[in-house]
């Protein structure tokens, strides 16, 4: 569709005279004019450019009115242009009917009355215009649209760039802290054992004061592989996403104490790093908005795997999440969560029943589609 303000009209008629004669009843419309002197003709016009009105004569000699009509609508690009037939004032109620059946959407009788053919015609180009700055505008929201799509996706894919950084940064310093601050940690032990073993049994303050020195040192280290496994589960990567899970939980019930019922497969083959990754942490949100927010005592965690789908279920049995709290502007959790599942073209399902608890589900592809 022409972007144009100026529409285009085609009339057609064998007549010289006649061609004229509208010719001048509609100059004052401000359009543009095509004449055609036979169907033939009109034919390659309307292959050539679009038209917000055809008025077509009925009777020519070669292909009348009502086969070029017919030509017409057959193309794509003219099914839709408004014919108006120019016929006598003898043309019977037969002919008529035909004219209609073919495509055409008005008769004018001749003679012609001015006022009611470029009122009509007026009516046409209105029509036309009016299509035309809806498609454009229809065009401009596609536009908008493809670039807001686009802006989605580059934010989406600089979102999973920053979340892969940041895991690798965990990773990196998960074992730095294993493997510097742990070293150095059983090292200070050995050395404090060795200092013990060198002291006189008398030096019984002294003794006492190593004894302390070896609790707070079994301390730290506890405190050190505790912080690393929160950066990055050694069993994440050693045994697996199902061994990571059950980890997990356990470690949840004892510092909640909010018993959780697990059923895992017995292993997560075919699971990449990414998807791994993406699952536990979807899994430790989950988690975590039990404690602040569901007020349970019980979370059920189901997880399968089938040869294309690895699915999560987590059913909680607390007060339900609302449909206000998932639209909430403060459920960036849940955000996190739904980005981490559309990265891998999976699916979240979240339900929540007043009084009956809150069940997540998270279901995603083993392949990339």
């Known amino acids: 569709m022409s972007g144009s303000s100026v529409a285009s009209i085609l009339i057609v008629d064998d007549d010289r005279r006649n ?40 009777r020519m000699p070669g292909v009348d009115g009502f086969e070029t009509a ?61 299509n035309a700055a809806l498609v454009r505008e229809i065009a401009e929201h596609e536009q908008t649209g493809a670039r807001l799509r686009e802006s989605e996706e580059n934010l989406r894919a600089l979102t999973a760039r920053l979340r892969s950084v940041r895991e690798d940064e965990q990773i990196r310093i998960a074992r730095e802290i294993h493997d510097e601050l742990g070293q150095a940690l ?3 032990k050995m050395d404090l054992t060795w200092l013990s073993g060198k002291l006189p049994a008398d030096e019984k303050p002294l003794l006492k004061k190593i004894k302390s020195m070896f609790r707070l040192i079994d301390e730290t280290i506890r405190s050190v592989r505790k912080i690393a496994s929160g950066l990055r589960p050694d069993l994440l990567d050693e045994v697996g996403l199902a061994a990571a899970i059950g980890w997990q939980a356990r470690d949840f019930q004892l510092r909640t104490g909010i018993r959780c019922n697990v059923t895992l497969p017995p292993d997560s083959d075919g699971l990449d790093q990414e998807r791994s990754t993406a699952v536990f942490r979807i899994f430790q949100e989950v988690l975590t908005n039990v404690a602040r927010h569901a007020n349970a005592t ?12 690895l699915t999560l279920e987590v059913q909680d049995n607390g007060r339900g999440i609302t449909a206000a709290e998932m639209r909430g502007s403060k459920s960036l959790g849940l955000l996190g969560m739904r980005e981490r599942v559309l990265l891998f073209s999976g699916k979240l399902d979240i339900n929540g029943s007043r009084g009956r608890g809150t069940q997540v589900t998270v279901s995603l592809p083993l392949r990339s589609k």
Do not use: W
Not at 26 to 37: C, E, H, Y
Not at 86 to 93: F, L
């Open 19 to 58: 061609l004229m004669a509208l010719q001048e009843l509609l100059q004052g419309l401000g359009q543009n004019l095509v004449l055609a002197d036979s169907g033939e003709e009109a034919l390659r016009c309307v292959l050539k450019q679009e038209f917000a009105v055809i008025l077509l004569d009925v």
């Open 70 to 130: 017919r030509l017409i609508r057959e193309r794509q690009r003219s099914r839709h242009t408004p014919v108006i037939f120019v016929t006598a004032a003898t043309e019977d109620v037969t002919s008529m009917f035909r004219g209609y059946e073919v495509g055409a959407v008005d008769y004018i009788v001749k003679p012609l009355v001015p006022e009611v053919l470029k009122s009509k015609v007026a009516v046409f180009i209105e029509l036309y215009a009016k």
């Open 186 to 188: 059983t090292g200070l």
């Open 298 to 309: 019980r979370v059920d965690v189901f997880m399968r795997q089938d040869a294309d789908t």
